[in-house]
């Protein structure tokens, strides 16, 4: 079955990076586009970033320029480089991958960022 597990949050001071990572298995991955969603209790979940099975990338315009969406194949891991984190960054992180014809989601990973 397709599993995502979401690791690297974490507690860090304004301006300061954070490194998350996704392992996933049950799927052919780098095949099919992922992303990174986030999501603060009570609002909707906002696409953070994606690569598509071509290497190409997408931004929120939020989070451009600060934020680096990469995968290694070979692990069959996906991470998002956050740098220049923002009390606004704070949020559950979550990798998503639509897969078998429905989306999966893992189980997030909270990030703080302090002021």
């Known amino acids: 079955q397709v599993q995502l597990v979401e690791s690297g949050g974490g507690l860090v001071q304004s301006g300061g990076s954070l490194r998350l990572s996704c392992a996933t298995s049950?799927?052919?991955?780098?095949?099919?586009?992922i992303s990174w969603y986030r999501q603060t209790p009570g609002n909707e979940r906002e696409l953070v970033a994606d690569?598509?099975?071509?290497?190409?990338?997408y931004y929120a315009d939020s989070v451009n320029g600060r934020f680096t969406i990469a995968r290694d194949t070979a692990k069959s891991t996906l991470y998002l480089q956050m740098n220049n984190l923002k009390p606004e960054d704070t949020d559950v992180y979550y990798c998503?991958?639509?897969?078998?014809?429905?989306?999966?989601w893992g189980q997030g990973t909270q990030v703080t960022v302090s002021s």
């Open positions: 998503s991958v639509i897969a078998r014809g429905r989306r999966f």
């Open positions: 049950g799927f052919t991955f780098g095949a099919l586009p």
């Open positions: 690569i598509l099975f071509t290497g190409h990338t």
